[in-house]
């Protein structure tokens, strides 16, 4: 079965300082994982995935399967960062995407 | 319009009543999604459909019955729902193609209270 976890509903930050969303997922197959973000007032939308292995907004995460875990960092988090975080995972070829419970993030000035 | 377009936005229904929820993707997709979102639960699949074909039900109750007439066009017929069907149902699509399935895009949502 496909299962996310994001340990952290709320993390809290000050402006500048370094952020690390963490998200560990349990799938016996061949793993897609994205971050999904959700800006207040707006549509949830695609932040990175890991296919891709570009950085968004100067976020990066780099899927460690040894470790199953797929998180996400930014070394210096600015104020528009604030939002609501969710990791997903799909298998290859496999429209059944499955999220996590999803982190909110608040960065402060 | 463009993007994922979902009405209504809020919707109040007594148990007994059946009311649509409809989704409209103006993105040339051929996938399309329904997720439940509630206050103690991730986002939940519920349906999937391809190229109008349903691919996925999640043990959905027979209460929730989808429709894709189209691959633009998706709704959620509800009928006899309990409270505890009270919800934000998100739409979404993506463009899949022989590299698997694509980015999902997804609606506003339609904010349901069941009384």
């Known amino acids: 079965a496909q299962r996310v976890t994001q340990p952290e509903k709320l993390l809290s930050v000050f402006k500048g300082a370094p952020v690390e969303l963490k998200c560990n997922y349990s799938?016996?197959?061949?793993?897609?994982l994205f971050w999904y973000v959700q800006y207040s007032r707006q549509r949830l939308q695609l932040l990175l995935r890991?296919?891709s292995r570009e950085s968004i907004k100067g976020f990066t995460a780099d899927l460690n399967k040894g470790e199953t875990s797929f998180h996400l960092k930014k070394p210096f988090a600015q104020e528009e960062d604030s939002a609501m975080y969710y990791c997903?995972?799909?298998?290859?070829?496999?429209?059944?995407?499955?999220f996590g419970a999803g982190t909110r993030l608040t960065v402060k000035p | 319009e463009t993007g994922v377009t979902q009405t209504p936005r809020h919707l109040v229904m007594g148990m007994t009543n059946k009311k649509s929820l409809k989704c409209e993707q103006h993105?040339?997709?051929?996938?399309m999604y329904w997720y439940k979102q509630s206050a103690k639960k991730p986002l939940e699949l519920m349906f999937v459909y391809n190229f109008k074909e349903q691919t996925e039900n999640n043990s959905v109750p027979s209460r929730f019955s989808p429709e894709c007439p189209n691959s633009s066009h998706l709704f959620l017929h509800l009928h006899t729902l309990q409270p505890e069907d009270s919800a934000l149902y998100l739409c979404a699509s993506s463009q899949d193609g022989a590299g698997g399935p694509g980015e999902l895009f997804f609606g506003e949502g339609s904010r349901l209270t069941v009384l």
């Open positions: 997903a995972l799909r298998g290859y070829n496999n429209n059944d995407m499955r």
């Open positions: 799938y016996s197959g061949s793993p897609e």
């Open positions: 993105l040339g997709h051929n996938a």
């Open positions: 890991h296919i």
